[in-house]
């Protein structure tokens, strides 16, 4: 099955690429022997753009949100290795047509896609059920690029398939999203 747009306050549909927002998501071939599956998660000549320089692998539990997360300077390239997981997007620039609006996404290893998220888009990731997802980014962590704002702010107008989900402390503390659009340094993206 192709990766769900979830429209706010609708009901799921499909949708092909490209999605709003600025956010590329490029449907993997996936080899199927009987010894299993093989799939390339990044090609540079795929030309996306940017370059990949630090890979993560993350697990999740069931009912987990991360985010909602944006970054100044780092683009990320996401997959999703077993399970799904419900990505909620926000555009942050104001130089964006797009500016403004709000998806959510329903990913799953099923049918392995590469989601490219740009500087100033914001993005949370839900996990249904247990997961692993693989992620890069074009800049090395320091955490001076990782901003932050409260996952359920209406603001946002994300319409998550929970009400209470495990997250972490520092997503909990997270300001609301006016607070989030005042921070100097992501008036560069924008």
């Known amino acids: 099955m192709p990766p769900q747009v979830i429209p706010s306050g609708g009901e799921i549909r499909s949708r092909r ?7 590329q998501l ?5 080899h199927i022997d009987n010894r299993g599956t093989f799939a390339e998660i990044y090609r540079e000549e795929w030309g996306l753009g940017a370059r990949p320089v630090q890979w993560n692998m ?13 970054h100044a300077r780092h683009v990320d390239f996401l997959t999703v290795a077993s399970g799904e997981l419900i990505l909620g ?15 959510m996404v329903s990913l799953s290893a099923d049918d392995a ?3 490219v998220i740009p500087v100033g888009v914001a993005h949370g990731f839900y996990f249904p059920g247990p997961a692993c997802h ?21 603001a946002l107008e994300l319409n998550w ?28 993206c924008r």
């Open 58 to 70: 993350v697990r999740s539990a069931a009912n987990v949100l991360r985010g909602v997360h944006v």
């Open 134 to 154: 693989i992620y890069a980014v074009t800049t090395g962590f320091d955490g001076s690029d990782e901003f932050g704002c409260r996952w359920d702010d209406p």
């Open 113 to 115: 896609h590469l989601a």
């Open 17 to 23: 690429l490209p999605v709003p927002l600025g956010v």
């Open 161 to 188: 398939p929970c009400t209470d989900p495990v997250v972490s402390e520092r997503d909990t503390a997270a300001a609301p999203l006016a607070e989030l659009l005042s921070i100097p340094s992501l008036q560069d």
């Open 89 to 103: 997007l926000r555009d942050l620039r104001s130089s964006s047509p797009s500016y403004g609006l709000s998806m």
């Open 26 to 30: 490029l449907p993997l071939q996936t």
